[in-house]
């Protein structure tokens, strides 16, 4: 009994169901040391903006229990560098790649998806518009339903409906399954579920916050049972709309409880960071624990936990 | 610019031994496929806390020697320092734990190509590394004199073996605890004339390697410094590490995982460090 692993998200179909998580990763050439890229199921990139940016000073990071804290900040070369040498190196990796993009205002999420029009290799379009480390909380799109179905509605009208949209959302909400119901209504194809929770660490010599940006992304462990929580009430609302889930995923197990939830996809994001490997892992237990379920196709494990 | 450790390997090896020494405690590991690319200055990264740990995130560790042991093939040797919950759970395993390692990362110590007098400046733990680095440069013919810093004695590294490499070594303590009391940068300029230092290399907490590059800039002297950034991964994914480095005429916030930790003094914007 073979298992048939692929998955189909918004009408592309990919290999296997184990993705990067974006901002986890780069742009793909620092874990292809480790294993080929075309192991996973899809290469997610970190979320790239109009321009070059520098992110947030440091101490940037600080590890808390099963999880961390980030504000990066968005460090990246901008999109042009990005098509030109990221994406042209990724071309050449045999590898299906998924590119995330975060704008400033609605018109930079346009401009973005305008200048990604035609690129080859694509298969879709993360649009994350739930990054919690910008300087403004006001500008996380994602917080709020009008802000929410503007950029996404900017990037479906310059995409020209050349690669699925998929929508990044911030479990920071009263009703997520609101803020879904509004990016579904503005054409996303799909969902990304979920970004980091806004956190904050204070260090007990100096009794200031840890981080020179203040607050930063919490990941990990630590946020699984959020993510979980996410995906269940959206894929129960919303039985037919693709969902990518993230949120803590270590472990195989792990991986299949986002999935029983509703996930088409799982991507890894912190657990790379303390085992490179940690994707092909998780990829190969997934892959036992299914079978070990019984299932022939991973697409009958998607939701299972909503059944009686 | 340096986009990825090209040398680095993934594997699972074993702490063959530990033992303390004064505050610090001294790991064997056996390494297979990472020891055998590793050179002076490269550091590894370590998991910590076991297969269902609560610490997710890599612990990352200057290689004090790599080398071929007879019984236990290619091994790398640390200098750790109990700093955190991590560090604490890695020096409490006992011989023959399995531990998941992933290096050699990052760049490695320049080598001069004549035989030119060179200065080792070690601040605590930071010196560990640069006894190696001794040893080839002796190899190669240097006069190399050591300079090793700390707070206390029992925070001073330098071992017997590596003080038989060098051609001298001068302590000093911030306590005066051993050796000259004070900091490395008070005998540096004076050692500097002495021994006609042509080429400085500095590792050890942030504030010492810019007193030591004020000094190396104020003379005109080359200074590789190898700097310590909190990081996640040590692979260069997760963008933590970086420091602000000039990039032309623009300061930019570079990945020390990738192109450090050993860095040109000179290519350090110092003023923007975070303190």
């Not at chain 1, 009008?146 to 990037?155: K, P």
């Not at chain 2, 990472?34 to 910590?48: D, H």
Request: with cysteine; proline share 5%; aromatic share 4%.
């Amino acid at each position: 009994m073979t298992l048939d692993f692929s998955t189909t998200i918004a009408g592309v179909r990919f290999k296997n169901p184990i993705f990067t998580a974006s901002g986890c990763a780069a742009s793909g050439k620092e874990l292809s040391q480790f294993f080929p890229l075309k192991e996973l199921g899809a290469v997610v990139t970190k979320s790239i903006m109009l321009k070059a940016r520098s992110g947030r000073p440091t101490p940037r990071m600080a590890e808390t229990p099963s999880g961390m804290l980030n504000s990066i900040g968005l460090q990246g070369p901008g999109i042009d560098a990005f098509i030109e040498e990221d994406l042209a190196w990724l071309q050449t990796q045999s590898c299906d790649v998924i590119v995330s993009i975060a704008g400033e205002t609605v018109d930079e999420y346009g401009a973005l998806a305008r200048r990604l029009r035609g690129q080859r290799g694509i298969k879709a379009i993360e649009v994350n518009i739930s990054c919690p480390n910008v300087a403004n909380r006001g500008q996380v799109f994602s917080c709020d339903p009008v802000t929410a179905r503007a950029a996404i509605e900017a990037v479906r009208i310059n995409l020209g409906g050349e690669f699925p949209i998929i929508a990044k959302l911030s479990p920071d909400v009263t009703d997520i399954v609101a803020i879904a119901r509004e990016v579904i209504e503005a054409g996303a194809d799909g969902l990304a579920l979920i970004n980091t929770l806004l956190g904050m660490v204070i260090n007990p010599k100096t009794l200031r916050p840890h981080l020179a940006g203040k607050t930063g992304g919490l990941s990990g462990p630590a946020i699984r049972p959020v993510a979980v929580r996410a995906i269940f009430q959206v894929r129960e609302r919303f039985p037919s709309v693709a969902i990518v889930g993230m949120g803590g995923v270590v472990h195989g197990e792990d991986a299949l409880e986002l999935v029983a939830a509703g996930a088409d996809a799982v991507s890894i994001g912190t657990a790379s960071f303390g085992n490179p490997m940690s994707v092909i892992e998780i990829r190969d237990r997934l892959s036992t624990l299914i079978q070990d379920h019984g299932f022939t196709r991973f697409s009958d494990a998607v939701g299972v936990a909503h059944e009686r | 610019m340096r986009q990825i450790n090209k040398a680095a390997r993934h594997t699972t090896g074993r702490l063959l031994s530990i033992r303390k020494v004064g505050t610090y405690f001294h790991l064997v590991l056996q390494a297979e496929g990472i020891a055998e690319g590793a050179k002076p200055g490269n550091f590894i990264a370590l998991s910590v806390g076991g297969d269902q740990s609560s610490m997710l995130l890599h612990r990352v560790f200057a290689i004090y020697r790599s080398r071929q042991d007879p019984s236990h093939g290619a091994v790398i040797e640390l200098i750790v320092a109990r700093s955190g919950k991590g560090s604490d759970w890695l020096v409490a395993q006992s011989e023959g734990t399995l531990l998941k390692i992933t290096g050699p990362l990052g760049t490695s110590f320049p080598l001069p190509a004549d035989p030119v007098n060179v200065a080792i400046v070690g601040g605590g733990y930071g010196a560990a590394p640069l006894f190696d680095l001794a040893d080839h440069l002796k190899a190669r013919g240097c006069r190399v004199d050591a300079i090793i810093g700390a707070a206390t004695s029992s925070k001073v590294f330098a071992p017997l073996e590596g003080k038989r490499t060098v051609n001298s070594v001068t302590v000093t303590t911030d306590d005066g605890s051993a050796g000259i009391q004070g900091r490395v940068t008070d005998v540096l300029p004076e050692i500097i004339t002495r021994q006609r230092i042509d080429l400085i290399y500095s590792c050890g907490p942030m504030a010492m390697l810019r007193a030591v590059d004020d000094i190396a800039r104020s003379l005109s002297i080359p200074h590789q410094v190898s700097v310590e950034e909190a990081m996640a991964c040590g692979v260069g994914i997760c963008m933590t590490c970086v420091l602000p480095m000039m990039r032309g005429d623009k300061v930019k916030m570079v990945r020390t995982c990738i192109e450090g930790p050993v860095i040109d003094g000179e290519e350090i914007a110092w003023d923007e460090v975070a303190r």
